[in-house]
């Protein structure tokens, strides 16, 4: 069964404590895993895309990483305005569905 | 300009009544989704319309009718609201969809109380 699963699903950290963020799927034949950012009162807005394992992609203090079983992001010296809910999605198999994970809520505390 | 914008913002109605929440995306794309995210944060997908033809129907009462006058525009009207439908509600877009997985943009969402 197609499944994302992110954790943990809440993070409190100080401002320039790195930490990761979880993201495990299990799908047949990825096309594709996504990251977003939510802000309250806001809609997602697109971060990444990941395609195959080994892949790296960088944005200011994020870096997402993908293997062939889960995503991480890479928060380095986070500053209070990345905290956010953090969203990742991947295609159901063979389908155009995309299943979202539950997200992590992280809060930066200056 | 806003890539994918949805009116109202905020709804608040009561139960019974019938009420549309109207989505327009100018990026060009040829898919257009309504997705529901829960008191949770757990976003799910509802429908999905390709070029104006419905390709994803979830599981989801009937209610809830999408329409789609043209490839920028998918509609949602809700009828007979239930307090169960208090949500928000998210349109969203993407390029056409094909073998690798596309980027769905969202819009700011639309606030949906039923009082």
């Known amino acids: 069964e197609d499944q994302v699963t992110q954790s943990p699903e809440a993070l409190r950290l100080q401002e320039g404590e790195s930490s990761s963020l979880n993201c495990s799927y299990t799908?047949?034949?990825?096309?594709?895993l996504f990251w977003y950012r939510q802000d309250p009162g806001k809609g997602p807005e697109f971060l990444f895309t990941?395609?195959?394992a080994g892949e790296e992609k960088e944005k200011e203090r994020l870096k997402a990483t993908l293997t062939k079983k889960e995503s991480f992001l890479h928060i380095t010296a986070p500053k209070p305005e990345d905290s956010a809910t953090y969203l990742c999605?991947?295609?159901?198999?063979?389908?155009?569905?995309?299943?979202f994970g539950t997200g992590t809520r992280l809060k930066v505390l200056a | 300009d806003t890539a994918v914008s949805q009116t109202p913002k905020y709804l608040v109605t009561q139960m019974g009544n019938d009420k549309s929440i109207k989505c327009e995306q100018n990026?060009?794309?040829?898919?257009m989704y309504w997705y529901k995210q829960d008191s949770k944060k757990f976003l799910k997908i509802m429908f999905s319309y390709n070029n104006k033809e419905l390709i994803i129907n979830e599981t989801v009462p009937n209610r809830f009718s999408p329409k789609s006058p043209d490839k920028a525009h998918l509609n949602l009207h809700i009828n007979s609201l239930e307090l169960g439908d208090s949500a928000v509600y998210f349109c969203a877009s993407s390029p056409p969809l094909g073998g690798s997985g596309n980027t769905i943009y969202f819009g700011e969402g639309s606030w949906l109380t039923v009082v």
């Open positions: 990026l060009g794309h040829d898919t």
């Open positions: 999605a991947v295609p159901f198999s063979g389908t155009y569905k995309y299943i």
């Open positions: 990941l395609y195959s």
């Open positions: 799908v047949s034949g990825l096309r594709g």
